[in-house]
């Protein structure tokens, strides 16, 4: 598969070439997840906006929040990090935040873009134990990724183990441009969510999906008609699988943010069960998103 950042040509060229150049934790990726990838990080809308600023309303406070001139030297918006399509759960968050991503950035070739995000805890190149970034030249940081330790700590309370970083879970956001302390995310998620959401939970084989934060609760409940309330709902249809839906706060939230604090010991276990039951999510046809159970109810509801 032919890859190219050049807004001239696209963001891709789909013909077959016969031999897969990107990797997912040293398997082949599939052609719909290097689709969708590069359809979010090299978004039309930033290139509509670099056109004519004038032309985009709801996007231009996220856009401008890099204070960037080119294209080619803002950070790209991240489309999702881990093995999505086979990840049992997956961690849903407003949006990523301005760090100090030098491999990810317009001009950044597209097989580096893709690995630094869907292999980023994989191998030593990128993270150390999921948590620890890895600066030029091969050390690890000193200090952890607040973040990162949160949704690892969360996915080793659901499974019961050890997670994986990467391989039991994946994580994205309802908004895929950076900024600094949410700046411009309340007026991106409409357009984001609309444009990307649903197909990025196609992508998902998740069978559990954690929504951190009120942004990403609030764009769930909207575009699904969910319940906004915190803790467990579901089973429900998304994107024509099963899943459970978890309600957390964020994790920069200043409140508790413990999985006990919103699920009881009851509801735990059967997230554990429903997780162990099969690897993926399967297909469901014939129905509609967020129909099949509703909220949780029962004796195991808090």
Same mark, same amino acid.
């Given at each position: 598969?032919?890859?190219?950042?050049?807004?001239?040509?696209?963001?891709?060229?789909?013909?077959?070439?016969?031999?897969?150049?990107?990797?997912?934790?040293?398997?082949?990726?599939?052609?719909?997840?290097?689709?969708?990838?590069?359809?979010?990080?090299?978004?039309?809308?930033?290139?509509?906006?670099?056109?004519?600023?004038?032309?985009?309303?709801?996007?231009?406070?996220?856009?401008?929040?890099?204070?960037?001139?080119? !294209?080619?030297?803002?950070?790209?918006?991240?489309?999702?990090?881990?093995?999505?399509?086979?990840?049992?759960?997956?961690?849903?968050?407003?949006?990523?935040?301005?760090?100090?991503?030098?491999?990810?950035?317009?001009?950044?070739?597209?097989? !580096?873009?893709?690995?630094?995000?869907?292999?980023?805890?994989f191998g030593e190149r990128w993270t150390r134990n999921g948590i620890y970034p890895v600066l030029p030249?091969?050390?690890?940081?000193?200090?952890?990724?607040?973040?990162?330790?949160?949704?690892?700590?969360?996915?080793?309370?659901?499974?019961?183990?050890?997670?994986?970083?990467?391989?039991?879970?994946?994580?994205?956001?309802?908004?895929?441009?950076?900024?600094?302390?949410? !700046?411009?995310?309340?007026?991106?998620?409409?357009?984001?969510?609309?444009?990307?959401?649903?197909?990025?939970?196609?992508?998902?084989g998740s069978r559990v999906i954690c929504v951190l934060g009120d942004a990403a609760r609030l764009a769930?409940?909207?575009?699904?008609?969910?319940?906004?309330?915190?803790?467990?709902?579901?089973?429900?249809?998304?994107?024509?699988?099963?899943?459970?839906?978890?309600?957390?706060?964020?994790?920069?939230?200043?409140?508790?943010?413990?999985?006990?604090?919103?699920?009881?010991?009851?509801?735990?276990?059967?997230?554990?069960?429903?997780?162990?039951?099969?690897?993926?999510?399967?297909?469901?046809?014939g129905a509609s998103d967020a129909l099949l159970g509703g909220p949780s109810t029962g004796s195991d509801?808090?």
């Amino acid at each position: 598969m032919s890859l190219s950042n050049d807004p001239e040509q696209g963001v891709l060229d789909a013909r077959d070439e016969g031999k897969e150049e990107l990797l997912v934790a040293g398997r082949p990726a599939t052609a719909s997840a290097v689709e969708l990838f590069f359809r979010i990080a090299h978004c039309p809308v930033i290139d509509r906006y670099f056109e004519s600023p004038q032309s985009v309303t709801d996007c231009s406070d996220i856009i401008a929040v890099q204070d960037q001139h080119t !294209i080619r030297t803002r950070q790209v918006p991240e489309p999702w990090r881990g093995d999505i399509e086979n990840a049992p759960i997956l961690f849903v968050s407003s949006n990523p935040s301005i760090g100090d991503d030098e491999h990810a950035l317009g001009s950044s070739p597209n097989e !580096i873009v893709w690995d630094s995000h869907v292999n980023l805890f994989f191998g030593e190149r990128w993270t150390r134990n999921g948590i620890y970034p890895v600066l030029p030249g091969g050390k690890r940081r000193n200090s952890w990724v607040r973040y990162w330790a949160f949704v690892r700590s969360h996915a080793t309370r659901l499974l019961g183990r050890a997670a994986l970083p990467g391989v039991d879970y994946a994580v994205t956001e309802v908004v895929h441009c950076k900024s600094k302390d949410q !700046i411009g995310v309340a007026a991106a998620t409409l357009q984001c969510v609309g444009r990307y959401l649903e197909d990025v939970l196609a992508l998902s084989g998740s069978r559990v999906i954690c929504v951190l934060g009120d942004a990403a609760r609030l764009a769930f409940a909207t575009r699904f008609g969910l319940p906004a309330k915190m803790g467990l709902t579901g089973p429900v249809i998304l994107a024509q699988r099963e899943r459970l839906l978890i309600f957390l706060p964020h994790p920069n939230a200043r409140t508790k943010r413990s999985l006990e604090a919103f699920l009881s010991a009851q509801q735990i276990v059967r997230c554990r069960a429903w997780l162990e039951n099969v690897s993926s999510a399967p297909l469901v046809t014939g129905a509609s998103d967020a129909l099949l159970g509703g909220p949780s109810t029962g004796s195991d509801d808090k």
